[in-house]
């Protein structure tokens, strides 16, 4: 299908992707904590039918240099631009950080319709970047969301050069502020959403997979799918995306093999539940 791409600067940066002739339905594609606009990803969908709007939520102009205290009014303001350009059905696709702000987009806001978590989080974590001492990463009508900090005594395994996983770090974190777990907790009973998620058991980041099993307990079978891969890690690749880079700072899990079959195995119902077609 063709597309039309058009550039944002106002009031945030980012591509709105419209398929030739319109669609109904509209997704609001958010990458994790690296920021990026996810221009490679909005293009597949809007491919198939969706108008696809990905924008850069932080480190931006104007915008704060980390994922510390963000207004989840960000969010909500780009459904308002979904719906103005004639979207009936919204959707948000978020990948790790980004899938922790969809989750509670959809919570806070009815108009969501239906939520893509790719290696998500079950809770609200602390500021990432810069923003010391820990803080909240969401902020909703400008009250910081309760959250659950780091437990700076950990350690990396190994030698200490190179790549880390930081699996780990999150797994400690939760045992250490365990009288902060309720709270901090994403309510993902409240939302109307549909929800997909989808999640390696090799992640290497955070344990994505647990979490994913957290959020679809809370939220009951209903309108939750859950889709998963043993061999596959943070990072996963949907049918004609380029090949995820290794990156210096932190080890994902997974293999590009795996991660590709997950994505590979999720895109139908990707596209099914952002159409409203189960």
Not at 19 to 36: F, Q, T
Not at 104 to 110: E, M, R, S
Not at 141 to 156: G, Y
Not at 167 to 183: I, K, N, P, Q, V
Request: hydrophobic share 40%; proline share 8%.
């Amino acid at each position: 299908m063709d597309v039309v791409e058009r550039e944002l600067t106002d009031p945030w940066e980012g591509v709105l992707v419209t398929p030739v002739g319109g669609g109904e339905a509209g997704v609001l594609v958010l990458a994790g904590s690296s920021g990026r606009i996810e221009r490679e990803r909005a293009r597949l969908l809007a491919r198939e039918g969706l108008t696809a709007l990905s924008i850069r939520w932080f480190g931006g102009p104007g915008q704060p240099p980390g994922i510390c205290e963000i207004p989840l009014e960000t969010f909500t303001a780009a459904v308002d631009l979904l719906r103005a350009g004639g979207a009936r059905r919204i959707g948000i696709l978020g990948v790790s950080k980004g899938a922790e702000a969809a989750l509670l987009t959809a919570v806070h806001d009815p108009r969501v319709d239906a939520v893509v978590a790719v290696s998500p989080t079950s809770r609200v974590w602390c500021n990432v970047g810069p923003g010391f001492p820990y803080r909240s990463s969401w902020t909703w009508r400008e009250q910081p969301l309760p959250f659950v900090p780091m437990d700076d005594s950990w350690t990396a395994a190994g030698s200490g050069t190179g790549p880390v996983a930081i699996r780990a770090w999150y797994e400690l974190s939760e045992r250490t502020f365990s009288d902060r777990l309720t709270a901090a907790t994403i309510p993902v009973d409240r939302t109307r959403a549909d929800l997909l998620l989808i999640a390696g058991a090799d992640d290497e980041m955070w344990p994505s997979l647990p979490f994913a099993e957290q959020l679809s307990e809370r939220r009951g079978a209903s309108r939750t799918r859950l889709i998963t891969h043993p061999a596959a890690g943070h990072r996963v690749r949907l049918p004609g995306e380029s090949p995820a880079t290794a990156s210096p700072r932190f080890l994902y899990g997974g293999t590009p093999e795996a991660d590709a079959l997950l994505g590979k195995a999720a895109w139908p119902h990707i596209l099914d539940v952002l159409h409203g077609r189960n």
